[in-house]
């Protein structure tokens, strides 16, 4: 089983939509999550970081932790063409050496 | 600009050939670690070092050997690349005070194929 599990997608909504990004994990001992978006052929750019548990919000992002179900979450409001790339979840228990999911393809449809 | 610089961009090697990535930072990070990212695997942890002088492996480190040449500095080397090295590869730093992470910087990568 791996450590970090996400649905690789593609996810494809029109403009406007909101959007749940979901990755869930095995190690209950992960403190740190963060999300990261990458466009394609280039490296990948952090989006958002929460450290243990609850919720944060930035502009139109908004990410979710739920260490009963482990269980974290991505949203985005109000979602963009610009929006369209891969997003990938990470968690650590360290801070050190992080395990990221697969990544979901997200394509946003003027 | 502030961040992390890869070079190469791309390569090609031979099966059997070595070579070095080299990766620096200028944000005055500790930590600085070395990922490859494969279709459906994602990105999984090579090496990395968590201050200047120290270096650990990570998930995948069999073939692969780093130096942390400096603070600025984590080098990637490939002894005797093998075409299951083919991947991407992805230099990152990242600053921590206390047990807060302040999250990767990565590079832009690096596109190696081995034939």
């Known amino acids: 089983q791996k450590e970090v599990e996400q649905d690789p997608g593609p996810l494809s909504v029109p403009e406007g939509a909101i959007v749940s990004l979901n990755c869930t994990y095995s190690?209950?001992?992960?403190?740190?999550f963060m999300w990261y978006r990458q466009y394609s052929r280039k490296g990948p750019e952090l989006l958002m970081y929460?450290?243990?548990?609850g919720n944060k919000e930035d502009g139109r992002f908004t990410a979710q932790v739920d260490k009963s179900s482990k269980y974290i979450s991505l949203f985005i409001r109000d979602s963009q063409p610009s929006d369209s790339a891969t997003y990938l979840c990470?968690?650590?228990?360290?801070?050190?050496?992080?395990?990221f999911g697969t990544g979901t393809s997200l394509t946003v449809i003027p | 600009n502030a961040g992390v610089t890869q070079t190469p961009k791309f390569q090609v090697l031979k099966t059997g050939q070595s070579m070095t990535l080299q990766c620096a930072q200028d944000?005055?990070?500790?930590?600085m670690y070395w990922y490859r990212q494969d279709p459906g695997m994602g990105l999984r942890l090579i090496y990395y070092?968590?201050?200047?002088?120290?270096?650990d492996k990570g998930e995948v480190p069999n073939g692969y050997n780093v130096s942390r040449l400096n603070k600025r500095e984590f080098s990637l080397r490939l002894e005797s690349a093998a075409p299951s090295q083919t991947s991407v590869y992805f230099c990152?730093?990242?600053?921590?005070?206390?047990?807060?992470?302040?999250?990767?910087?990565f590079g832009s990568g690096t596109r190696l194929t081995v034939v």
């Open positions: 990152a730093s990242s600053g921590m005070t206390g047990q807060l992470n302040y999250g990767y910087t």
């Open positions: 190690n209950s001992a992960f403190q740190y």
């Open positions: 929460t450290y243990s548990s």
């Open positions: 990470a968690m650590s228990v360290t801070g050190n050496q992080f395990y």
């Open positions: 944000m005055n990070h500790n930590s």
């Open positions: 070092s968590a201050s200047e002088g120290t270096t």
